[in-house]
Nanobody, 124 residues
Framework: QVQLVENGGRLVQAGGSLRLSCAAS????????MGWFRQAPGKEREFVTA????????YYAGSVKGRFTISRDNAKNTVYLQMNSLKPEDTAVYYC?????????????????WGQGTQVTVSS
């Protein structure tokens, strides 16, 4: 089992920045990719970004590319999501997820482990 705990969500003004963190514990050696998803009220959960746990490969949704950056600190078993130039449409609950699949995926049901989520609210 892998446990994921997110932190860092809060209210921020449009144009501002925020950094989310996701601390992993347990059988972290079984993880291949870590990802961030988000879900706004009344909408489906959507892929934001992913990073290979043991490499440099990163992937981004078009809506956040150039504004968001995913990174990881393997020594701390932590993944970060740096969000810049935030927009009101970025408002959502952000979830950290991990998959044991060796193939990168943006499909939420292919991720095995999920955090509890952290609320990000961007005011206009």
């Amino acid at each position: 089992q892998v446990q994921l705990v997110e932190n860092g969500g809060r209210l921020v003004q449009a144009g501002g920045s925020l950094r989310l963190s996701c601390a992993a514990s347990g059988r972290t050696f079984s993880m291949y990719y870590m990802g961030w998803f988000r879900q706004a009220p009344g909408k489906e959960r959507e892929f934001v970004t992913a990073i290979r746990w043991s490499g440099l490969s990163t992937y981004y949704a078009g809506s956040v590319k150039g504004r968001f950056t995913i990174s990881r600190d393997n020594a701390k078993n932590t993944v970060y999501l740096q969000m810049n130039s935030l927009k009101p449409e970025d408002t959502a609950v952000y979830y950290c997820a991990a998959t044991s699949s060796s193939r990168w995926t943006s499909v939420s049901h292919e991720y095995d482990y999920w955090g509890q989520g952290t609320q990000v609210t961007v005011s206009s």
